[in-house]
């Protein structure tokens, strides 16, 4: 069973390129989490969206709740934009509590 | 600084001798959570609290034990590890808003575990 999907599982960019990472989940959440891991292992949170669209500098998070799909979008990529990048959800239902899912995530690598 | 520390950072032990793995935040958070990152799988969440005293499972708790006595520490216990527990581990804290709903989590750096 797969709660959260992501694609691309992988992506090349090179620097300066808009790009696009989408992320589709199939139970009820209070909120969808994106998150980034460098290499090294530390991860860090972007955003918390429960509806709408977030911006912070060159990242966008955008949500859909009807359609169960969010979106990150990162402008004019740079090389230190290189990372993973996770989705998750919180669940907030009466049998799961405040339980979280992850996307497997997808693996950016920005070129100069 | 507002931390989430764990340790140890790196631990190699053998199976069935019992570990503990701390982990200690000082941002006066009422959620914490333990998570294991594997190559394929990405993170999947063992246990968490919503506050002292409140534990539940998350979706892999098999082989786990947590404990939430104080605020502040949620260790996880592993009371007979086996192979298939080496793995990245992280713990996790946020806050609650009003509402009931959760603020962004805030992670450890990780501890990496293998049982050999």
């Known amino acids: 069973k797969n709660e959260v999907e992501q694609s691309p599982q992988n992506l090349t960019a090179q620097e300066g390129e808009f790009i696009t990472i989408n992320c589709s989940y199939s139970?009820?959440?209070?909120?969808l989490h994106w998150l980034q891991q460098h290499p090294g292992g530390g991860i860090v949170s972007l955003f918390m969206l429960s509806s709408g669209k977030k911006k912070h500098g060159r990242l966008i998070a955008t949500i859909n709740i009807q359609e169960k799909h969010s979106s990150l979008h990162i402008t004019a990529s740079h090389p230190r934009d290189s990372a993973v990048y996770i989705c998750?959800?919180?669940?907030?239902?009466?049998?799961?509590?405040?339980?979280?899912?992850f996307g497997t995530g997808t693996s950016l690598t920005v070129i100069p | 600084e507002a931390q989430v520390t764990q340790n140890p950072r790196y631990l190699i032990t053998v199976t069935g001798k019992k570990l503990t793995v701390t982990c200690s935040q000082n941002?006066?958070?009422?959620?914490m959570s333990w998570y294991r990152q594997d190559p394929g799988l990405g993170l999947r969440q063992i246990y968490y609290s919503m506050n002292v005293e409140v534990t539940d499972k998350g979706d892999v708790p098999e082989g786990y034990k947590v404990s939430r006595k104080e605020k502040r520490n949620f260790p996880l216990i592993l009371e007979s590890p086996s192979p298939n527990q080496t793995s990245l581990y992280f713990c996790?804290?946020?806050?609650?808003?009003?509402?009931?709903?959760?603020?962004?989590?805030?992670f450890g750096p990780g501890t990496r575990l293998t049982v050999l």
């Open positions: 139970v009820g959440i209070s909120a």
């Open positions: 998750a959800v919180r669940t907030y239902l009466r049998h799961t509590g405040n339980q979280f899912y």
């Open positions: 941002m006066n958070h009422e959620y």
């Open positions: 996790a804290s946020s806050s609650r808003l009003a509402g009931g709903t959760y603020n962004e989590q805030f």
